[in-house]
Antibody, heavy 118, light 108 residues
Framework: QVQLQESGPGLVKPSGTLSLTCAVS?????????WSWIRQPPGKGLEWIGE???????SYNPSLKSRVTISVDKSNNQFSLRLSSVTAADTAVYYC???????????WGQGTLVTVSS | EIVMTQSPATLSVSPGERATLSCRAS??????LAWYQQKPGQAPRLLIY???TRATGIPARFSGSGSGTEFTLTISSLQSEDFAVYYC??????????FGGGTKVEIK
């Protein structure tokens, strides 16, 4: 079955750029699904960051849109997140997840903690 | 943006008892609502989609109901593994997709 695995630096300096990758295994990123990034600050709730389709079409949370880029790499069956100009408020566990139409987010990665600190 | 409000923030329930969790949308989301369960240190797990359809492998003690702006997740007889945080999420209007603040179900 499809599995997702996040990877990337666990520590990013303030004003820097957070970069994460989500590897898709057990299935193709070119299937009829959207692929999302979601984050969760420590002890808080879930915030949707944005999504991408294998064609490259994207949709972003307006609250983050000016700082977010999500891209897809079909050859490596993965998609990526870049979040620029980070501050301590961007410290969170970052999840990648599959959106399967009205089946909502049916598959999630295990999450990766990114801390913004000097 | 659709604001999702969950109540109560914390629900204390004894094992074997029934738990009823509420989720309210700031405007109608039709039946485009999902429920997730999250245990400490784990990713959320999909329980219910389309307001009332159980996801694959979810026990029948979990049920969802509602439409429009008012939704309920019911756990008919709480098992030890059900103590967790539960989130609702709307997918009728986006961007952005939005989640509720969560309800923590704890052991009474």
């Amino acid at each position: 079955q499809v599995q997702l695995q996040e990877s990337g630096p666990g520590l990013v300096k303030p004003s820097g750029t957070l970069s994460l990758t989500c590897a898709v295994s057990g299935g193709s990123i070119s299937s009829s699904n959207w692929w999302s990034w979601i984050r969760q600050p420590p002890g808080k709730g879930l915030e949707w960051i944005g999504e991408i389709y294998h064609s490259g079409s994207t949709s972003y949370n307006p609250s983050l849109k000016s700082r977010v880029t999500i891209s897809v790499d079909k050859s490596n069956n993965q998609f990526s997140l870049r979040l620029s100009s980070v501050t301590a408020a961007d410290t969170a566990v970052y999840y990648c997840a599959r959106w399967q139409g009205s089946h909502a987010f049916d598959i999630w990665g295990q999450g990766t903690l990114v801390t913004v600190s000097s | 943006e659709i604001v999702m409000t969950q109540s109560p923030a914390t629900l204390s329930v004894s094992p074997g008892e029934r738990a009823t969790l509420s989720c309210r949308a700031s405007q109608s989301v039709s039946s485009n609502l999902a429920w997730y369960q999250q245990k400490p240190g784990q990713a959320p797990r999909l329980l219910i989609y389309d307001a009332s359809t159980r996801a694959t492998g979810i026990p029948a003690r979990f049920s969802g109901s509602g439409s429009g702006t008012e939704f309920t997740l019911t756990i008919s007889s709480l098992q030890s593994e059900d103590f967790a945080v539960y989130y609702c999420q709307q997918y009728n209007y986006w961007p952005p997709l939005t989640f509720g603040g969560g309800t923590k179900v704890e052991i009474k």
